[in-house]
């Protein structure tokens, strides 16, 4: 694993945002794995302003996300769909049918997984966002999840409610289960761009970087992965030497 320190979130986004752009100007059909969630939001602005500059197109742009909330339809304000369209994709010039998120709603939930894991079979994601929980997730894949799951039904761990629970009037409004891509889907992304921010992921960034790799924290997995960039803020990297 590479591992970036910037001095601030600001920085962070910065940096990762550079990376994208650099991979776009590379490969203007590029696919984007996407995360939600408050870590990547400065990055999706920076990539807004610099297609406001004409630095970047997403026109062919093809983009999978990792989650989405079981119960929640697009319209609803905490899913993950209305997430992506005010963050990103409502400011920019991606195609709708080049989105790609797990569908909250419309069939039975091994259904939606089945429709979702279809089209990740042959999405060959050029570059993986990801955030990391306090628990060690990525995507929903909670501590325990087995390392060769693809895209499956979650149910949330209590600390994964809690922490989410910020977006919701109450606790109770949290959704119980979510559709989330499998480690294993994560892990065919040709690259691997983890953010994390803030002192509250100095903890899982410590044990990611010094723990053993283990289904016990999911991000742990990433140590098997060839090509994977961790861009830190100092305050998330504070219990690393
Ligand atoms: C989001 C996701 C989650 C988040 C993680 C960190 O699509 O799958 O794994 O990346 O919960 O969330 P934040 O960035 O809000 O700390």
Known sequence: ??????????????????????????????????????TPIGLYQKLIEKYREKVLSFEKIKTFNL??????????????HYF??????????????????????????????????EKLKTANID????????NGHIGFNEPGTPFDRETF????AAETREANKRFFSSIDEVPRH???????????????????SGVSKAPAIKRLIYGPISEEF?????KNHPD???ILDREAASMIK
Not at 127 to 134: E, S
């Open 84 to 117: 992506m369209r005010k963050q990103l994709f409502d400011h920019v010039d991606i195609k709708p049918e080049s989105i790609n998120i797990p569908r909250g709603v419309g069939a039975e939930p091994e259904v939606l997984c089945q429709e979702y894991n």
């Open 228 to 230: 994977v960039t961790v």
């Open 178 to 196: 979510a559709i989330t891509m499998g480690i294993k889907n994560i892990m065919e992304a040709k690259k691997i761009l983890l953010l994390a």
């Open 67 to 80: 989650d989405e909330y079981y119960g929640l339809s697009p319209e609803h304000p905490q899913s993950y």
């Open 127 to 134: 570059l993986q966002v990801l955030g990391i929980g306090n």
């Open 1 to 38: 694993m590479r591992i970036i320190i910037a001095q601030d979130y600001q920085e962070l986004s910065d940096r990762a945002s550079r990376i994208i752009v650099g991979l776009i100007t590379e490969k203007p059909d590029a696919v984007l794995g996407l995360a939600t969630g408050s």
């Open 153 to 156: 039904v979650v149910e949330l």
């Open 218 to 222: 999911p991000a742990s997995v990433l």
